[in-house]
Structures are given as structure tokens and as C-alpha cells.
């Protein structure tokens, strides 16, 4: 199964690149997770928000191609890792690549919520983006833990 993790941001702290990395190690290969990092549009004075978030929403859509997509937004729906792990076996079994998408600082445009095929909250607070990765990597891992019986998560 080809998991992708599409981020608009770069040059994050250490902390987050490290954290994401061991999360990203520990998966089997049925569900390795490539990181596709994006840098956000500029931002000016000459642009509002809804044209910068145009302008990533483009490159957002061509990163994801080809790819369900899974746009983690806070007006999602929360799931448990429970659900996460049965959705990823269906996804799966179904031969569906899947791209988890992480927007900029102001959001995502309209056009990438609307046309997720999933829209999830990853929180009901509002998480930095560089947390926003290393939570959703570690939420993967515990989720492929879940699907093959291996012990790391715990209810």
C-alpha cells in the first residue's frame, strides 16, 4: 500500500523531523509512509489569504494525484485509532494508495476539503503543523500495530 503524508511547511525543528523519522521507521512495509513536504506559498501584502491557499491547494492537488485523499482538518471527524486501523485494511485491501494531507498555517483552500474522500480532525485543538506530522505518523504506526495484532497500542 503507498502512503504518502503531503505537508505544506519545511525547515521544521529537529524535534519534528526526528519524530516523524522513528514513526516512519517503525512501519512495516505493507504501509511505508513517504513524506512529500511542500513549501507554502508566500505570503504578501498583494495577496489575501484565499490566493495564497489557491496557490497551495494547485500544488496539494498534483502531490496527491492519483492518490485517495485523507485532509486532516479540525471540522473532520474525529476518529479513534481503531477506526484508523480499519479503514487502513480497507483501503488496503482495495489496493487504494493514500495520500494524508496537512495544510499551511492559514488552512486549506475550500476546494481540498470539499473534494477529500475523507475529512479528518486529528484534534479538537488546534496543533502546530510540525506535531500535526509526527502525531499523524505515530497514529499510523499504532494503526498498522492494531491491524496485525501486534501489542503497541492498548485500550
Known sequence: MKLRLVALGHRMP?????????????????????????????????????????AEALRIEQACAGFRRVVCDERGKAWTTRLLADALVRWRDAGDALAFVIGSADGLAPRIRSGADTLLALSAFTLPHGLARVL????????????SGHPYHRD
Open 136 to 147: 499523524l505518523a505515530e497514529q499510523i504506526y499504532r494503526a498498522s500495530c492494531v491491524a
Open 14 to 54: 529537529r524535534w519534528v523531523s526526528d519524530g516523524y523519522a522513528e514513526y516512519a521507521r517503525r512501519l512495516p512495509r505493507e504501509y511505508a509512509l513517504e513524506l512529500v513536504e511542500l513549501k507554502p506559498a508566500p505570503r504578501s501584502a498583494s495577496r489575501d489569504t484565499q490566493q495564497v491557499l489557491e
